[in-house]
Each structure stands twice: as C-alpha cells, then as structure tokens.
C-alpha cells in the first residue's frame, strides 16, 4: 500500500492544530476558573451634589477581594476625594449611603465603605465578619510585562447575566516609563476600570486605572476630550495602598503644606542649575511641615529621600504629591533644596516630618437644617485656600446645599456662601448653627437674617420662615 | 329714513374719531423725528483692545447725538471711549471726523468732538429733556444704527423709569459700570449699533443715551437717564474725565431688615462690606452699621433702586479732607471719613509682541476688584495664543512682579526693561498668580533659531 506523503502531512499539521487550540482552550480556562472567585460586582446608592442640589444615584461596579477581608472597586465615580470637587469644593458625589458585594457564588453581603484613594481612584470596603474564609481573596504579583505579550483582561457583564465576568486576550500596546510606570492596551474605555489584567500563567499583574489622575496625563495628551485614558497600573505602584487603604484611623496621607509648580529645566539653567527637573515651590502654608522646616516660597525640591525628581511639566506634578501621600503623615522626608539667590544657589538637605493631610470638605462634619432645607459643614482648609483666604481669617459655616424652594433659598442664600453670622451671632463651626437653630425653632421665629460671605465681601440676607402650626 | 341718517352719521363719527386721532399722534412722531435727526450721527471709531494677548484694532459700529452747535456729541464709552480715530456719518450723510473728548467708563458714556471746519451744512443740535418729566407708558423713539443700518427708528414706550443692576457689569475693556446710575427701560428696538443713540420723547427732547438690550429677549432695552447724561458729558467737556470720591463701601437695600437693626422705614443706609485698606475701613465703618448722613445729606436705600442715588452722594463728596458720616446706633455716633479719589477703574495697556502677551498698569480699583495684594507689579490682560509666554504659561490675571529677578513696581518700569532689552537675552518672569508665586519662562524665537543655527 502506497502512503500518501501529502495525507500524513495533513494529518500531522491537523494533530498539532488540534492540540494547541484544546492547549490554548485549557490555558483560557485554568486562567478564568483562577481569578474568577476574586472577582465580585459592587452595587452602591449615593447622593449626588451639583450645585447645591442632590440628587439619589446608584451604579453598578467591578471589584476585586483582598486580604483583610476587603474589596477594592472602581472608585472614579464616588468623589470622596480632593479631585472630585465642584466649584464650591463640596464633593459631587457623597459617600456611598449602601454597598452590596455579589461574589461569584452570587453571594451577596453588604459592605461598609472605608475610602478613596485620590491617585488611583480605587475605592475600599470592608465585608462583614460573615463573609471571613468565605471569600477567596487575590494576590497580585509583581510582573514585568513586555510590549507585544499576551494577557487577558476581565470585565464585568450585564446584571442579569451569570457568570458576571468575562475575559479576552490582548496585547500590551506601550510600556510607559516616564512619568512613571504604565501599560496601555489600545483604547480601552472607560468601562474597563477596575478590570483585573492577568498573565497567561494566570498571575495578576494589576488593574486598570485612568492613567491621567495617577500620572498627570491629561485627555487631550491622547487626544480623547471625552474620557481619560486608562491603562494598567503595575501592582508595585498599588502595593502599599493596598496595605495601608485611606481609612482615616489607619493611614493618613503625608502632606507637606505647600503649593508646586514643575521646574522646567531651562529655568533651573537661570541660575546654572543642571537638574533633569524637579519642584518650584510657589506658596507655603502657615504651620505646615514645610513652613516649619524653613523652606519658603520660590525654593526649589531637586530630590525626595535621595531620588532625583524628574518632573519637568505641571500636569506630571502629581508623580511627586502621591509619593509624598503615601509616605503617610508622621514619617520622615528629607528634601534636597535649592534657594536661588543673586549670582547662584544655596543648596540644602531638609528633613522634616510629614503632617497629616488636612480634612477635605467630603470629611468635614455637617448638617442637614430640615427646617431651612440648608446643609451646613464646618470650613476646612480647602475652603480657605480655593478663596484665597488665609486659614482662620474668616470663620463660618460653609453653605453645602440649599434645596430650591426651601426657606434659606428663597430668602436669597446660595451654595457656596459662608454664613459668618445669624441674627447678629457669630458662627464658627456647625455646633454654632445648631444652637442658634435650635433657638430659633423653639421661639419659632418670623425671621432670620443671616450675615454671609462671598467673593471677599459680606452681605445680609434675611429669610423669611413659615412653621407649622 | 330719519333713522338710516342717523346710522351713517354715527359711522362717520365712529370713523372719524379715531382717524383724527392716529394723525395728530402719527404726526407728533414725526414732529419729534425731525427734531433730533438732524442731530443724530453715525460713528464708526477704530478702537485697540489688547484681550486677546495682542493690540488689535478694529472697526465699530455705533450710534450718537449732536448735542451743541459746535459739534459736542455724546455716545457710549464702549463705542468711542477707547476710539483712536473716530468717523462720523451725519443726517445727510456727510462724513466728518471727530475726536474724542473723554470717556466715563462708570456711567458707560464718552463724549466726543465733531471737526466742523470743512463741513458746509448746517448743525442742528438736539436738546436734552428733563429726567423729572418721564413716565412709564410714555411713547418713546429710538434712533441709531442698529447692526450698522444708519439713520433708523424704532419706537416703544417707556417701561420702567428705574431699572437697577447691580455694579458688576463688564465692559468689554474691563472696567465695572452701572454703580452710579439706573436704567429707563424701554421696548423700542434697541440692537447692537444702537449703542450711544438718542431716546426721545414726542417733543424731540433727548431722554437717555441707548445703551444694551437683552439677547434673546423681546424689545427690552436699557438707556443711560438724561439726568446722568448731562451731569457726565458737562464733567467730560470741562475735564475731560469723570472724578468721583471713594470711601469703599458696598451698600444694600434696607427691605425688610429695619426691624433688625431697629431703623425707621425710609431712613439710612445698610454697609454691607467695606473695602480692604479703604478710606471706610480706616475710618472704623463696619458691616452692619447704617449710614443715616453723609456730608450733611440724609441718605436712604430701602430698594436696591436707591442705591445709585447713595454712591452718586458719595461720588460728589470733597476728596482728602474730613467728612461727616451719621451712623444709626440708637444714639447717633458721628464718624469722620476722608474720601480719596476713586480713580481709573482700569489701567493703561501696553503690547509686549516679543515676549506675547498683552499686560496693564494696576490701578487702585483693579486690585480691589481683583483682589490683588496692592497696586504694585503688572496685570498681564492676556497671553496671545502660540506665543512665547503662552509656551511660558502666563495667564490672563497674572501679576508680575520681577523680570529676571529684578522688581518691578509699574508698568513703566516694565517697558523700560523691555524696550532696553538685548535682543537674545532669557526672560523669567516672577509672577503671583492668586496666592502663589510662580516662575514663567519666556523663550524668545530668535533664541530658538540662533539654537538652531548652531546645531
């Protein structure tokens, strides 16, 4: 029997075939039965602020569990932070009022918020005691990705639909090194923030992030007015958060107490500085650490704990604030500075220690006047800085929100305004408010006239009340 | 039959009464027409604005009215009040050139001077009405160029006497306007062009100077009242300029809140802020208190209408020396104030084309206005775009304060620096930008090319 040479070849190359394809069949699904369990879907109900007016909002999210029985999701929505402030520095979005975690058992829990880190944009809950050796929490791994490897993405499916993840394969398109470590994969939407990137060993290297809050791209660096870019956020960048989530008795950020402009290399040149870049100090808070340690305004920062900083642009800035951020208040920095002056430099090593980041307006007490339809909170120090208010130079309460049609509206107050007296009493923290308020409830006054500031000028407002009888 | 008579004759009446009476009104329009149209003008001034971060001229259109035989015309400051050459188109359309006279950013009006000497027809100046006379529902004429149609008329009526913005409306050359004045709002026509033309009544008497309409609204305008149109075009031609006292307060009406501060009705008015650094504030006036008297004047605000009336008070009170101010306190406390002059609301502007950027001197009421530290350094109008100092990052609202790390206290000292420069010289400019001090570079394209040259 005469062998066909040319069958056997088929035969061979469709063996092979076969066998990669059932190889490469058993790679996808080792990977998805691998990190499947860690991935859960995060329900929140909040309450969303513009312009003085609030609104209820819930979404639907992807989340990854940790350890310490935590699960970190995608926080771009839920503005707890310092970026996600509208005009009046009032939050857009509140803290989340619930959170219901669904596991791949479709499991749900309820889940209590703890916060948003401002750089990453991941947001962390807690799960309840109940949910302890019930869940399988991930474990990133330090991976170097290559440009052009394969790696999968996972993202999360409509409510109705079980499994609630699916995954594809892709390819790292750019390895970003400056301003800092990246990976970016085509143009991904905003859709796959959170998403988990896994190796085809099935490790996971990391999640995807906006790529502009974290490294000071803007959109328009890529060109996309109507989304940030997003890209992998190497799990190194993410470890120590994760360790140490911005939950106010655990970790505090690190804060110098300055205001930075980029130094543009050629300005250093000015005064025969060759530096590849680093911080222009352009303002210094009263008794921040900064202040403290002598620096002043106009100095320059070439180095942080030894490293040269190689900022030479405004919106690379953040690269220095998240490595001065998660140093954590209380811990040591030593700053190479450089005081320019007539005909040269002085040059100096500064060691200070880091100060707690002050309390942003999503974090300062409030409250809610039912009567007034007027939310209050106590001033904090971005209130100050956004009205180029020295801290203290004026004390009130900040006007958070004021529902149209209620009597403070009506009246003529707005949010935003600084309510620095009612009938003629000082106001100088939500305790204040309170107990005039109350006063005013219980002799049921026809009328209030408050004393508020605007623009760097006071005014009066009177309101008119209407209790019930 | 009797009866059909009477029935025609009750026809012809019906007819007949109303006939007569669209005349005699259609020709008191007319009456009035031909009144003032021999006063009116068109004007086209060549204006410079450095908004944009460069000096630009351009061409406007805009409206006037000849008010005395030897050709004084008055018009609004945002048509002719920054004009470098200004041309006018009179009734029979002649064209003369005029100059400007001087200009009252505050009130938004200019007066400008028509050059007579080659004119061969006849001045017919229009004639100012009484402000004390108007009433709303009064049938008004409009007359202008609106969008540049010259010698038009559009007619309404009176619809408020004393229609009060607050003060913080902008010219386009900065400068606030409207604190020392009401508005008579009208529903005649009024359209961009119309600017700076004459409202008249039914006797041909200047009312108001046309000044703004409203975007999207129907037939609502505003006109400058011809109590403030006389008093301001009589300060331009004696001076050239408008001089007003200051003391930097910041009034509000009193509705609604005399039972608060235990005030009578109609009596005093309320300081709502007082000014940082200002005559006021050095005098020890607060928020809260209420000025019954102010230099031997009883002053009143219980509407946000008679507010204008209170700062034109202040206005015309004697500069550098002591005033007597009442305040309210249950006893009456007299407080001594020394109004200062209120002085240019914006300064003079200069094009620094090397470096890009457009900037001006800082006068007294920018820094108030803008809240600047003081009076010293050089407030940069814009950046024009691509240039060096928009590579730079300078931005509209910055102040410089040092130019390669030597002070810079006024704009003077700034242009010396620059006309004096060496051509390839570095330029960092120091700047505050609100509360921090930033350093701008400014890279100069020749610097650029000689980089080239030796690569």
Redesign the interface.
């Known amino acids: 029997m005469k062998i066909n040479k040319f069958a056997v070849i088929c035969l061979v190359v469709t063996l092979c075939l076969a066998s990669s394809l059932w190889a490469e069949k058993e790679d996808f699904q080792k990977v998805f039965k691998k990190v499947n369990p860690h991935l859960v879907t995060v329900e929140y109900k909040a309450e969303m602020n513009f312009m003085g007016q609030s609104e209820d909002i819930e979404g639907r999210v992807p989340g990854i569990i940790i350890e310490g029985n935590m699960v970190i999701f995608d926080g771009t929505s839920l503005g707890a932070g310092h970026f996600n402030t509208d005009m009046f520095g009032t939050p857009q979005v509140d803290k989340p009022k619930s959170l219901k975690i669904t596991d791949y058992k479709d499991v749900t829990y309820d889940a209590e918020f703890i916060g948003v880190d401002d750089y990453s944009s991941i947001a962390f809950c807690r799960l309840p005691d109940s949910a302890k050796n019930k869940v399988e929490p991930a474990e990133f791994k330090d991976v170097g990705l290559e440009l052009g490897q394969d790696v999968f993405i996972f993202w999360m499916l409509p409510k109705t639909y079980l499994p609630r993840f699916q995954m594809s394969e892709t390819v790292v398109t750019a390895v970003l090194e400056k301003p800092e470590k990246f990976y970016l994969f085509g143009e991904l939407s905003q859709d796959f923030i959170m998403a988990p990137v896994v190796t085809e060993d099935g490790e996971m290297a990391g999640v995807i992030t906006p790529v502009s809050q974290t490294s000071g791209f803007t959109p328009f660096d890529f060109g996309n007015i109507f989304g940030n870019p997003v890209g992998l956020m190497p799990h190194k960048q993410f470890d120590e958060l994760l360790s140490n989530p911005p939950e106010a008795d655990k970790f505090k950020r690190g804060w110098l107490g300055v205001s930075l402009q980029a130094l543009d290399p050629e300005v250093a040149k000015f005064w025969n500085l060759d530096v590849p870049g680093g911080i222009i100090l352009t303002d210094i808070i009263d008794k921040s650490p900064a202040q403290e340690a002598g620096l002043k305004t106009g100095d320059f920062i070439i180095q942080l704990n030894g490293e040269p900083i190689e900022v030479t642009q405004d919106e690379n800035l953040s690269v220095f604030q998240k490595k001065v951020s998660a140093i954590g208040a209380g811990n040591d920095v030593t700053l190479l500075t450089v005081r320019p002056k007539d005909g040269g430099v002085d040059t100096n090593f500064v060691t200070m220690m880091l100060a707690e980041r002050p309390v942003s307006a999503s974090d300062a007490p409030d409250f809610e006047d039912k009567n007034f339809d007027l939310t209050v909170r106590d001033m904090v120090f971005a209130d100050y800085n956004n009205r180029s208010l020295k801290e203290g130079e004026i004390e009130g309460v900040v006007v958070d929100k004021c529902e149209q049609g209620g009597w403070a509206a009506v009246g003529g107050i707005d949010p935003g305004m600084i309510i620095v007296k009612i009938n003629d009493r000082q106001i100088a923290s939500i305790e204040d408010y309170k107990t005039i308020m109350a006063e005013v409830e219980n002799n049921k006054d026809k009328e209030v006239v408050f004393m508020i500031w605007r623009a760097n000028k006071t005014q009066f407002v009177h309101v008119k009340t209407h209790w019930e009888d | 039959m009797k009866q059909a008579i009477v029935f025609a004759l009750l026809i012809c009446m019906v007819g007949a009464i109303p006939a007569a009476a669209i005349s005699q009104y259609q020709q008191e329009i007319y009456t009035a027409r031909d009144r003032v149209l021999p006063a009116l003008i068109h004007i086209q001034p060549v204006v410079i604005d450095y908004i944009t971060g460069r000096e630009k001229k351009h061409s406007v259109v805009g409206s006037g009215v000849i008010f005395t035989e030897d050709g004084y015309a008055v018009t609004n400051y945002h048509v002719a009040g920054r004009a470098e050459r200004i041309i006018c188109t009179l009734h029979d359309r002649e064209q003369v050139p005029a100059t400007l006279v001087g200009g009252d950013p505050a009130t938004d009006l200019a007066v400008i001077k028509l050059d007579l000497s080659e004119y061969t027809g006849k001045i017919t100046p229009a004639v100012f009405g009484n402000y004390e006379d108007l009433q709303v529902g009064q049938t008004v004429l409009a007359l202008g160029s609106p969008l540049a149609l010259s010698r038009s008329l559009s007619k309404g009526v009176i619809s408020t006497l004393n229609r009060f913005f607050p003060g913080n409306i902008r010219l386009p050359s900065g400068e606030k306007t409207g604190k020392y004045n009401t508005w008579l709002q009208t529903d005649a026509a009024i359209n961009p062009g119309n600017s700076g033309g004459p409202l008249v009544n039914l006797d041909g008497e200047v009312i108001g100077i046309n000044t703004r309409g409203v975007f999207f609204a129907e037939n609502i305008g505003f006109s400058i009242p011809i109590d403030i149109v006389k008093a301001v075009t009589k300060e331009l031609i004696a001076h050239g300029r408008v001089d007003r006292g200051w003391i930097g307060v910041?009034a509000?009406p009193l509705q609604?809140?005399e039972?608060?501060f235990g005030t009578e009705t109609n009596r005093g008015v309320?300081i709502?802020?007082v000014d940082p650094g200002s005559p006021a504030e050095q005098a020890g006036l607060k928020?809260?208190q209420i000025i019954m008297k102010y230099n031997g004047k009883d002053v009143s605000a219980r509407f946000e209408e008679e507010l204008p009336l209170f700062y034109q008070v202040i206005a015309s009170s004697p500069v550098d020396q002591d005033v007597e101010v009442v305040l309210h306190n249950g006893d009456d406390k007299i407080v001594k104030v020394v109004p200062r002059l209120l002085g240019d609301l914006q300064g003079d502007d200069f094009d620094f084309e090397k470096w890009g950027f457009t900037a001006k001197a800082i006068t007294n009421q920018m820094a108030i206005d803008d809240?600047l530290k003081d009076t010293l350094g050089v407030y940069v109008t814009n950046s024009a775009m691509a240039g060096a100092a928009y590579s730079g990052?300078l931005l509209r609202g910055d102040v410089i304060q040092e130019v390669n790390?030597k002070k810079i206290i006024n704009l003077d000292e700034l242009k010396t620096f620059y006309e004096e420069m060496q051509e390839d010289e570095?330029v960092?400019l120091?700047i505050d930008?609100?509360?921090?001090?930033?350093?701008v570079?400014i890279?100069l394209d020749n610097e650029k090319d000689t980089d080239s040259e030796n690569k």
């Open positions: 910041h509000q609604d809140l039972s608060f309320l709502a802020s928020a809260g809240r990052g790390n570095k960092l120091t930008r609100r509360d921090s001090r930033r350093l570079l890279k």
